[in-house]
């Protein structure tokens, strides 16, 4: 006994395409309404009136506002998102759901191409900076780059030495810079053409000194300041630092440990106050695998895959290459 389903966008022509698929001895077993749509559930074989009923699906757009709601996504953003996916009057919740994400957060990987200044990445201690710098590095050594690696962290007990263990498996030079003046000279070391990238210490945004020196480091050597956040943050709060950064000159966004989070709605919230794009995902703590370039249907996949309802933990979902189980 084979189970068919039939979408079409009124009763009767679903009922034609049944007929004439199955022929007139079709049995129908489920008509569900999905949006202006109808989907019919039909058997050839008697046996399958036996069969359980299929669990009635959820409406599309009920599907997607449960699934922001779930990672906590701000009212405002979540009634926008669910708005933009109604338009799209798509019977499957990710692919209209990934439609609307895709007109709001635009994504603008770093790896994609050799960037034409050197990177800087910032953001709050323990974000993953130091982490990130290392997997950027990795992917731009499988591009064939040169490379060269700045800390700015001469604060943080072991921080050159963190630094110095992922330079030296990567086998790229590192420089270490306490101002902006040995900043400029590091840069200067850096071959014609090389991924120039820069780590700093782990910055208060709600301490304008932090920011502005910040803003020093970056002047100093025209870099552009890339913002490195950990997903799973409360999403009013992730907005706020979002947009503090965003203010500092900021343009992108690596949200990191998205496999260690359940709820997506601060990394969401905090790319829309700064108008911020998406740059790579961290998706595991693993340098050379850890990063991957995501886009707007994976996010749609990520928010949706966690059952909006559930009270459990979800499997273990997201592994080093960023694909799921
Ligand atoms: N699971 C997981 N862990 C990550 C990811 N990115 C970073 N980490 C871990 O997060 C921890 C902090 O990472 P760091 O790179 O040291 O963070 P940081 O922002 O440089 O920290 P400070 O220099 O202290 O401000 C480390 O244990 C990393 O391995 C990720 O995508 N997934
Ligand atoms: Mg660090």
């Not at 030296?168 to 014609?192: D, F, H, S």
């Not at 025209?222 to 500092?248: D, I, P």
Request: hydrophobic share 45%; charged share 20%.
């Amino acid at each position: 006994m084979r189970l068919r389903t039939f979408n079409a966008p009124n009763m009767k022509d679903a009922m034609a395409l049944v007929k004439a698929e199955l022929g007139p001895d079709a049995i129908i077993l489920n008509v569900e309404q999905i949006g202006q749509a109808i989907k019919i559930t039909a058997a050839l074989d008697r046996d399958a009136i036996l069969a359980p009923l299929p669990e009635p699906a959820l409406d599309p757009l009920e599907a997607i506002s449960q699934a922001l709601e779930f990672h906590r996504v701000s009212p405002a953003l979540a009634d926008r998102l669910t708005q933009q996916a109604a338009q799209v009057l798509l019977e499957n919740p990710q692919q209209a759901l990934a439609a609307a994400l895709r007109l709001r957060f635009p994504v603008q990987p770093l790896t994609d191409r050799l960037p034409t200044r050197p990177l800087m990445l910032v953001g709050m201690p323990g974000a993953g900076k130091t982490a990130t710098l290392a997997k950027l590095v990795a992917r731009a050594k499988l591009k064939q780059w040169p490379a060269i690696a700045i800390t700015c962290d001469v604060v943080k007990a072991g921080a050159v030495e963190q630094l110095g263990t992922y330079t030296k498996a990567l086998q790229i030079p590192a420089y270490r810079a306490g101002n902006p003046a040995t900043l400029r000279k590091a840069v200067e070391q850096a071959p014609k053409g090389a991924f120039v990238i820069i780590d700093t210490v782990g910055c208060n945004p709600l301490n304008a000194t932090d920011l502005s020196y910040l803003n020093e480091l970056a002047d100093a050597v025209k870099a552009e300041m890339v913002l490195v956040m950990a997903a799973g943050g409360c999403s009013v709060e992730s907005a706020e630092l979002g947009q503090l950064f965003a203010e500092t000159g900021v343009n992108r966004l690596i949200p990191t440990r998205i496999d260690a989070a359940r709820r997506y709605g601060g990394i969401l919230g905090a790319a829309e106050a700064g108008r911020l794009s998406f740059a790579e995902f961290g998706v595991s703590p693993e340098i050379a695998t850890g990063l991957d370039i995501v886009g707007a249907d994976k996010i749609a996949a990520w928010l949706l895959e966690t059952a909006p309802a559930s009270t459990h933990l979800p499997r273990a979902r997201r592994q080093a290459n960023g694909t799921h189980s």
